[in-house]
Structure formats: C-alpha cells, structure tokens
C-alpha cells in the first residue's frame, strides 16, 4: 500500500530520500572524524582564540597582530560587508541607468550602452580586478607628485579626493563639538554624535510614518487627501540638520604633509579597485535585468501616461519602472547574491577580506583547514540568507496586488 496507493507513495518516497540523505551524511561526518584522528587531529574552533600574529592594512574596527584569530575574522567579515554593501549600492544605479539608457531613443547613445554591456559582461570578474587594480597602482602618480609649487599631479573633486599608487585620500567626517564616545568594550566605541543622528532619523522615520497614515485617515473619511510633503521634509531633516550644525560636522579634506597625505581617510587600492571592477561587472547584468523588466511592460502604459501628458522621464519613473518591478526583483536578488560571494576573489589583489584572513592566512597558520572551511561557508551562507530574505520582503511589498 506504500508503494502502490497513490495517496502515500509520495509520502513513502520522501521518507525513503530522507533517510538516505541522513545516512549520507552520518556517513560523512563519521568518515571525517575517523581521518582526522588517525592524522592526530580534532575538530574544534579553539584555535580562534589564540594569537593571530598578522597585520591586516584596511580595518574598519581596532585590530593588531596581539588580537585573537577571531578579531581577524570579524575584521574581515566586515570588510566583506563593507565592499558588498558599496557594490550593491553603486551597481544599482548604474545598472538602472545603462539599462534605461539602452532603450533611448539616441542611436548613438543605445549603442555606447550596448558596447558597455557587451564588454563587461563577457570578460572574466577576475580579469576585470586585475585591469581595475593595475591601473591604480602603475598608471596613478605617487603621493610625492602633489608636491612644490608647480605639482605634475592635481586631486579631483574640488581638491577633495586624490588618487595616488599607493592609495585613494577621501575626505572623512570631522566634528568641532566631539560629544565623546560609548565604551561597549572589546575595543569597541560609538560616538555619541553618531547615536544622536542614527536616533533622529530613526524618530523620523517613525514621525514619517504616522503622518502617512493620518493623511491615509483623512483621505477615506472626507476623500480629500491633506498636503503632507512639507510636514514629512521637516521630520526627516529639522532634526538631522540641528544635530549636524550643534556638534559642528564637516567634510575634512585631504592634504599632503610631507611624502603621505594626512586630515582624511586613506583606502587602499585594493578595496578601490575590487569595489570598481565588482560594480562595473554586475552593473552590466543589472542592465539587461532592467532593460527586460520594462520592455515586458505593455506599451500600452506608456502611451496612456503620454496621453494623459506626461513627459517621458516622468512616465519612466511614475508609471513603467514601478510596474517592472516585479521582474526586476527576482533576477536581481541573484545578482547581489554574486556580487556578495564574488568578493572573495579580493586574495587577487591583496583585500584582506573574510577569504583573506580567515580562509587565507588563519587557515594557513594554524593548519584548521576544515574548521575554517566550514566557518565561512556557514558565514557566507547566512549573509546570503539575510540578503535573499530581505530582497524577497522588498519584493512581496513592490508586487501586483490581485483583488
């Protein structure tokens, strides 16, 4: 009856499946730490509590070589974090726009899209971060050439950003009235500024929120729906920008003292060049994505927006783009997914990434090749999770509503 009635053969066939995967992977494991007890090893994670004895150049938190294995890690998780977060956010918009931009009606403008696409998409990522990085580090002039009165190198950026071999001078956030800092320990601190402002714009948007939602009120009790805008610009900036102006925030230049530039934030060339060559890459992905999202827009729409007298650019953001979202959405979750895991190709470059120091020069260290394995998998794993589950709650609120 398991086998033949159809209304528990399914249930019999998932049951068997189960049971040998399980068997499997018992089998696996068993098999695994028999191995590593006739090599004389264990499986344990003891060995991230011991001295790293490593420097790592860019570190986004307090790290030395005195600092445990796990310390590194965590440095490098974060500056994963950190190029996938720019990526996503740069190849976003620039996918958005080469996509629009391939469906222009200017010849020549369409096909300078096209060949960008075509380029970037059909050559290798790793190629793409070893062009990207020798650029910056053979083409870039020296820090010394900013030098003397006549200097044969000039910052870009109204003299705010300069590009050298070495690395990339930005402009950093200074403050004249420096509130302090909260100690959480671990070496780990939060400026009372920056609690203050993250707690304005939270306060804001919660402010911002009620209003829609009273405006909302309004509008199905009376049919009238009250003007909101400048209730809504106030919460969101009033506050902020008190903040800004009381603890006296400024951009803080650059500027050269002696062979090194002082006063910002130097980032090296390596997490330039692989955030560069990432966004370039997946950009061109994005496009197409976009370009297919609103070519599976009816014409329709667009001729109904024309006939009601939009503008073009107009119809494109209020009437196309919100429709092909929900073509866009699905593929473009894959694309951060990639962009994500592509990153640990930053060892190409030297990037001191959770590759970089976890997989690469912990693992290497201590010889706990599989207990490192093992742990960025799983981390990878759950940062991919993070991202497809916020993507997917993006997604169920952009969707078509059936009625």
Same mark, same amino acid.
């Given at each position: 009856?398991?086998?033949?009635?159809?209304?528990?053969?399914?249930?019999t066939?998932?049951?068997v499946v189960?049971?040998?995967?399980?068997?499997?992977? %018992?089998w696996?494991v068993?098999?695994?730490?028999?191995?590593?007890?006739?090599?004389?090893?264990? $499986?344990?994670f003891g060995?991230l509590?011991q001295?790293?004895g490593?420097?790592i150049?860019?570190?986004?938190?307090?790290?030395?070589?005195?600092?445990?294995?796990l310390?590194? *890690?965590v440095?490098?998780? @974060?500056?994963?974090?950190?190029?996938?977060? !720019?990526?996503?956010?740069?190849?976003?918009?620039l996918?958005?726009?080469?996509?629009?931009?391939? @469906?222009?009606n200017n010849?020549?403008?369409?096909?300078?899209?096209?060949?960008?696409?075509e380029? /970037?998409?059909n050559?290798?990522?790793? @190629? %793409?971060?070893l062009?990207?990085?020798?650029? $910056?580090?053979?083409?870039m002039p020296a820090?010394?050439?900013?030098?003397g009165?006549?200097?044969?190198?000039?910052?870009?950026?109204?003299?705010?950003?300069?590009?050298?071999n070495?690395y990339?001078?930005?402009?950093?956030?200074?403050?004249?009235?420096?509130?302090g800092?909260?100690d959480?320990?671990a070496?780990?601190?939060?400026?009372?500024?920056t609690i203050?402002?993250?707690?304005a714009l939270?306060?804001?948007?919660?402010a911002?929120?009620?209003?829609r939602?009273r405006a909302?009120?309004?509008?199905d009790?009376?049919?009238?729906?009250?003007?909101? %805008?400048?209730?809504t610009?106030?919460?969101m900036?009033?506050?902020?920008?008190?903040?800004? %102006?009381y /603890?006296?925030?400024?951009?803080?230049a650059?500027?050269?003292?002696?062979?090194n530039?002082?006063?910002?934030l130097?980032?090296s060339?390596?997490?330039? *060049?692989l955030?560069?060559?990432?966004?370039l890459?997946?950009?061109? $992905?994005?496009?197409e994505?976009?370009?297919?999202?609103? !070519?599976?827009v009816?014409?329709?729409q667009?001729?109904?927006a024309?006939?009601?007298?939009?503008?073009p650019?107009?119809?494109?953001s209020?009437v196309?783009?919100?429709?092909?979202?929900?073509v866009?959405?699905?593929?473009l979750?894959?694309?951060?997914?990639?962009?994500t895991k592509?990153?640990s190709?930053?060892?190409?470059v030297?990037?001191?990434?959770?590759?970089?120091? !976890?997989g690469?020069?912990t693992?290497?260290?201590?010889?706990?090749?599989l207990?490192?394995?093992?742990?960025?998998?799983l981390t990878?794993l759950v940062?991919? @999770?993070?991202?497809s589950?916020?993507m997917?709650?993006?997604?169920?609120?952009?969707?078509?509503?059936?009625?």
């Open positions: 009856m398991l086998v033949n009635d159809r209304r528990y053969r399914s249930m066939f998932q049951v189960f049971i040998l995967v399980m068997a499997g992977a %018992w696996l068993m098999n695994t730490i028999h191995n590593l007890s006739l090599m004389g090893k264990s $499986f344990n060995f509590f001295r790293a490593y420097d150049p860019q570190t986004p938190i307090p790290y030395t070589a005195d600092d445990t294995h310390r590194a *890690a440095v490098g998780l @974060l500056n994963t974090l950190i190029v996938a977060v !720019l990526g996503c956010i740069a190849a976003t918009v996918g958005v726009i080469v996509g629009v931009a391939r @469906l222009s010849w020549l403008f369409a096909r300078l899209m096209t060949v960008f696409v380029i /970037f998409r050559m290798p990522l790793l @190629l %793409w971060i062009i990207v990085y020798a650029v $910056f580090t053979e083409i820090p010394n050439a900013f030098r009165d006549n200097p044969t190198a000039s910052m870009i950026l109204f003299d705010h950003v300069a590009l050298t070495r990339t001078a930005i402009p950093t956030l200074a403050m004249t009235n420096d509130p800092s909260l959480l320990g070496r780990i601190t939060f400026n009372w500024a203050a402002i993250a707690g939270i306060a804001g948007l919660i911002r929120r009620m209003i939602d909302q009120a309004v509008q009790r009376t049919g009238i729906r009250p003007v909101t %805008w400048w209730q610009l106030a919460v900036t009033v506050p902020t920008l008190i903040l800004i %102006w /603890f006296g925030l400024h951009l803080e650059p500027s050269l003292q002696g062979f530039f002082t006063g910002g130097n980032v060339n390596s997490l330039v *060049a955030w560069l060559a990432l966004t890459y997946t950009a061109a $992905f994005i496009a994505i976009v370009r297919a999202g609103i !070519l599976a009816s014409r329709g667009s001729e109904a024309f006939a009601l007298g939009l503008r650019n107009r119809t494109m209020l196309i783009l919100p429709q092909a979202l929900r866009i959405i699905p593929p979750i894959s694309q951060y997914l990639n962009l592509n990153s190709l930053a060892i190409a030297g990037y001191m990434d959770l590759r970089g120091t !976890l690469g020069t693992l290497n260290q201590t010889g706990r090749e207990e490192a394995i093992v742990l960025m998998m990878y940062i991919s @999770l993070i991202i589950a916020g997917n709650i993006f997604n169920a609120r952009v969707k078509l509503k059936e009625r």
